[in-house]
């Protein structure tokens, strides 16, 4: 499609019109959609994943889990949308019948990021298509691919021309799509300074806005009795996509007398993986986007390095691809080290020890991100403490973090504002339409 100036209102109005009569449709149908997509997303697993190691680097394995992501939350919606859409009855003093009812708004613009091709689209998507909201995106520029199969793929599902649409905008579109009158709602998923423009655009608007602006979420291990085997967890975890994921455990906390042992086992798993062939079945770590993440990554590693955080691992360029990063361990970074405080998207982990829970806590909480957390407790006030007191929007304890489409996502502070999934994700662009009838 053209990028005219005129592109914006023809996408934007193709949208409202395919969402009227969507919204019309019955539950039923609209689900019948969500699940039709779900198959067709097994049918075309391989082809999907080949696609995303295409355009940004994911290994097949990884590409083929983000697949069944996609899948598990679309069939979510899909079986759970009568419930996910009754009406929620009010009791109150008057004796008359009231309800919320949740209905469609028009138009959201989904503003999404290169790291998770299909599955940010479609924790977007998915809600909103129940709802019966129609869905622009623009996607990161790397993932055209990715992107037009993602349209291709509900068109075939049986969505009507429009109402999940590719838009490929320019910036200034994306901005002029914001604060047209046709777009009810914007999900951004990225970095904080595009997210905080975006939401000051959007507020000049008077448009909702969910911002989810990445994180550098803790993970605490105080269990000495699953210690080894949380390292080998805590390693693959952060290795996960290159490490460019938001709620990859970045800041590992361990119980001073087991940071010694814990720093060996993590260290021997995570360097083990080097950078391979996004392409070949057996690559657990593919390159970074782009050159310029891996210079930047590296020039925040190596500044680290300079101010006394002992490094294990190598930061040199490989010079046959440069996207490429080979993992590294920063060893008790201080705090006052700008590291602490940055977001690192690739495979750089780090591990400081705490001598109590109220230093892990307060270790937890030295971040101007709160997106998710992981806390391994040695006792029951122990895991206790972390749940209440960690500020985050997501805590897993005892536990990994789960991924299951019925959990909400989000975060507080700087990793922004709003809930993706779950019963929560659905209304966030919804009419939360109180109805009240007099009793007869």
Known sequence: MSTEPSTVDRVLALAAAASAPWSRQSIGARARVLAKAAELYEQRA???ARQMALDM????TQGLAEVRSCIAILTYYAENAAELLGPELIAHEDGNLAEVRLQAVGVVLGIMPWNYPHYQLIRCIAPNLLLGNAVVFK???????SAALVEELFSEAGAPDGLVHHSKFTHDEVFAAIAHPLVSGVSFTGGEQVGAAIAEAAGAALTKVVLELGGSDPFIVFDESRAAELARLAATMRLSNAGQTCVSPKRIIVRRDLIQQFADDFTAEFLAAQPGDPLDADTRLGPLANEAAAEELRGAVRSAQLQGAELRGSIERDDEDPRRFAPVVLLEPLRELAVWHQELFGPVAMIVGADSVDE??????????????TAFADTPEAAERFATEIVAGMVSVNRLKGGSPALPFGGVKRSGFGRELGAQGLREFSNQKLVVVASS
């Open 57 to 60: 680097g994911k290994p097949m």
């Open 46 to 48: 391989d082809e999907i």
């Open 360 to 373: 892990a806590i307060e270790l937890a909480n030295d971040s101007p991100y709160g997106l998710g957390a």
């Open 139 to 145: 996607h990161a520029s790397i993932c055209g691919g």
